[in-house]
């Protein structure tokens, strides 16, 4: 079971444009989080209160995510292997595992994520801009997760943007750049969350 909730959001997530650095973030973790919950070499798995957040993240069902056909306490076989590779310029890690089922049967994946060291994140002003007036109109007075203002943004932002553009906004407003920040990161029940900062 843990295997199918974890080869759908990966297959999911691809499908619709999100990166894993993406998905990470929206879940309220850090970057490499969720790519290094997929490793087939370790036991990591998703948390009862994630699966909550799935169907708003990848635009699906929870039934999509946890399907009817398997049985909680179905088991699969995993071998596999990480294989990281390290350059100057780019950082690739791969997962190559085999599966098999209850039924004998086996399937093979490749799971990759290649990361561009050094790369700086654009800025999508209209992103930063629209934050800039939630923060004026009292939105961030009260803790808010990552999800919650890209749900939002996606409702009410007229602009094309990306998951990435929002956390870059979002950095740019925590950061200090010779004025005082306007937003804050703290945590909450383990998820990153935003705040307008507090005065000194």
Known sequence: MDFEIARFVFE??????????EVSFLLGKKDAYFFDLLDPTDKNKFKTEQLDLL???????IREIIP???QPDEQVSITGSKKIHDTEQYKTITYRFTVEY????TR???WK?????????????AVTNYLLKLIKEGYFDELKFALTIYLLLQENLGAAFTAKDIQTSLAILCRKQNKEPVLERKEDRSRFV???ASLN
């Open 12 to 21: 999911r997530s691809t499908e619709i444009g999100l990166t894993p650095s």
């Open 55 to 61: 169907p708003a993240i990848l635009d699906s069902t």
């Open 68 to 70: 009817n056909n398997i």
């Open 102 to 105: 209850k039924d004998k049967s």
């Open 108 to 110: 093979d994946f490749i």
């Open 113 to 125: 994520k290649k990361e561009t060291k050094g790369e700086r994140s654009k800025e999508n002003e």
């Open 194 to 196: 935003y705040q307008k």
